[in-house]
């Protein structure tokens, strides 16, 4: 079974290796795993079905508030959360869940913040050779020694750029190439921001355009890397070394929120976006011609609207929960047409992880299934309540290392044994 994701052209060429964090299986570095897809390559096997109650908890306990999903380096779980108004990095070990170390800082809200739906943080730290880099809702960035907590370095992002992240707080995840890391940030002339990850001074700089929840990725397109971005307005590629502009795409939204990550098959050199409000999916294909990227809107499906959750892209197929805040439909999408392979009722909204040939997928009501896409439908192996949500929704996407699960809700954090 062939799987597409956004990262598989990292084995083409050894200059993209390096821009891939803890590439090496067994670990989970960043936001979507080592290649920012949910796709768990390390040839572990599942369970054809869990026990009646669900898989062995090995541990669980409180955690604060926040969607920031959970990075695993060297036997160390990193993650972010919100308590006392200020935002924190913490590093629990994996064995247990006892406490490594904290760091936080005071994280008022700026004007304006909705925090209906939770006060974040909202974005995953990356790992990255013991470093850790984490960023918090009102965008304050910091770089913290892996083993101690200890502050490398920090920039306030908002106060520096003079830039107001979207109502909701700012949610993309760090993004690594080379020496250094990549944000979508605002203002003036840094709609794209590369740091040096040593010292933490800006590298480059780049457009005007404002930032939106999803986090970026990097592709390889006929061996050249671009860094794709999704901005409130549409989708942009740019040369991550420099932050020239190489392509961009219209894609609106009535309220001007992306926030599901876009996804790269690299076998057909296709990304796949996605948005509510009124917007849906669209297919882009993307072809180098005499030295530039030529972009292809290849179809368009305004019934299939990814909200903030993840797709897989697997074999020419697209799935994902579709819906925002009315009725939620599981779907298969023909990557050939747009047209819908299936839709199924009976899910909420749901991250989710593949491996193994089957879906891990965490649903926002606190439901954790394990389940198999077929041709004409997706089957339900095992299902069972993890959380029980009275804290909000069970929105952070779960960590797949090894047949070691690592979850959390916006009250605790749990980890389960797949075997």
Known sequence: MKLHSLQRAV???????????????????QWGGPHRDFV????????????????????RKPLGNGYSSIAVEGGRLFTM??????????????????????????????????????????ATPTVIDGRVFAIGATAKLVALDGSKGTVLWSRDLMKELEFTPMICGYACSPLPYKDTIILPAGGKGHGVVALRQKDGSTAWHALDIESSYASPILINLGGQEQLIVFSRKGINGLDPANGAL?????????????????????????????????SGSELLRLQRVDGKTKVESRWSNRKMQIHHSNVIVEDGRIFGVSGDFGAKLFCCVNANDGEFVFRERGFTKASIVHADGKF????????????????????????????????????????????????????EIVALDLN
């Open 360 to 411: 891990i997928m965490l649903q926002e009501d606190g439901t954790l299934s394990l389940a198999r896409p077929g041709s004409d439908g997706i089957r339900t192996l095992s299902s069972f309540p993890l959380f029980d949500t009275r804290s909000g929704p069970a929105w952070t996407s779960p960590t797949l290392v090894g047949k070691q699960l690592y979850a959390r809700d916006r009250a």
């Open 246 to 278: 190489l392509w961009e795409h219209a894609h609106s939204t009535q309220y001007d929120v992306h926030a599901c990550t876009p996804v790269w098959d690299p076998e057909r050199n296709e990304l796949f976006i996605s948005s509510a409000y009124g």
């Open 40 to 59: 768990v390559r390390d040839g572990a096997k599942l369970a054809e079905a869990w026990p009646t109650g669900g898989p062995k908890v090995r541990w």
């Open 81 to 122: 959360m919100r308590a006392d108004e200020r935002e924190y990095v913490v590093c629990l070990r994996a064995e247990n869940g006892s406490e490594a170390w904290r760091h936080g800082w005071d994280a008022p809200l700026f004007d304006g913040f909705f925090a209906q739906f939770g006060k974040g943080p909202h």
């Open 11 to 29: 084995f083409l060429s050894p200059m993209v290796l390096l821009t891939v964090v803890g590439s090496a299986y067994g670990q989970w570095p």
